[in-house]
């Protein structure tokens, strides 16, 4: 066979000096926006090409690749996970160097970018978790975002979907059995005040005494999370906890200063000595939001869901942030 014969597309050129690609096998004919016919050879040659070797094809293409940027044949998926960090700040910062420590990842921390290959995300997500397939979504995106990767490595449609393991409250019994057990002072007034005011678990370790208005009955902060600022009112049982607390500086100083993920660790080993599974220290939210509703708290607006009230009985009216 000829390699005329190979081929599947031809040249034409229209009477207004425009070339076009036909498709010898479909007769489709495309536009290829050029009257000079050397770049239109040029264009139906490598159309040609791309059909009859597509292997080739895509070995061209990573030495193109290379030649645009030096560093594609060296960076490694280490490299691009270690510059992510570099772009975040507070506890998403401290999430992304826990995150990337991940053993799963390690199937492909020293893969060159440009040679990774399907299946090696899938060795990876097949060892991780849920955690494993969210992160590496986003080391994905990122190594795209900053064109060190020429195409997907794979397409959205062939991700795993993320199945989240079912989230509740943690209940007034497992509460109980939780304090119960909790021999340390500091551990004891940390998890009472969390059950009591529903805040995250880093906002309420870093409360200070300087954030209580012991005249209005309320404490003040700004969310770490999302630096807006959170009002609540408390009552007599939580100021009996804040009492025992120190009166200068943070009310938890040990806890305030432990990373929010050897918080959780510590409060899972105490659910495990005490028989309790399938919560978290989330949960004491999820528990907030469920005492609020059941005592007839109506559901706040978006600018209010920062200034949580305690559900210890149902509010006449929710304030205004100007009133």
Known sequence: MSEAMKQQFGLIRRPWGVYYLKNKLTGEQ?????????????????????????????????????????????????????????????????????????????????VPVIETRAEHFLKVLELGTVSTNSY???????????????????????????????????????????????????????????????????????????????????????????????????????AAILKSRPGTGYLFPQIAHWPHSDRAKAFIRRCKLVAVSGVSLHSYRYAWAERARSCGYPRPRKELLSRPLCPLRPARRTRRPSD
């Open 30 to 110: 495309t536009s290829l926006k050029t009257r000079d016919r050397t770049e239109a050879q040029r264009l139906l040659q490598a159309q040609n090409d791309a059909n009859s070797q597509p292997l080739l094809n895509l070995a061209l293409a990573r030495v193109y690749w290379r030649g645009a940027d030096p560093q594609a044949a060296s960076r490694t998926w280490q490299e691009v996970m270690d510059e992510i960090p570099k772009t975040k700040q507070g506890s998403t910062r401290s999430r992304w160097l826990s995150a990337i420590k991940d053993q799963a990842l390690a199937h492909i921390r020293n």
């Open 136 to 238: 590496l979504r986003r080391i994905h995106g990122f190594a795209l975002d900053m064109n060190w990767l020429p195409w997907p490595v794979l397409p959205r449609k062939r991700w795993p979907s993320l199945q989240f393991k079912e989230k509740r409250a943690i209940t007034r019994e497992e509460q109980q059995k939780i304090l119960a057990g909790e021999r340390n002072p500091e551990w004891h007034a940390y998890y009472e005040l969390l059950w009591h005011l529903g805040g995250s678990q880093t906002d309420m370790a870093r409360l200070r005494a300087e954030d209580i208005d012991w005249t209005a009955r309320t404490i003040s902060y700004a969310r770490a999370k999302t630096d807006t600022p959170a009002l609540i009112r408390f009552d007599d049982a939580v």
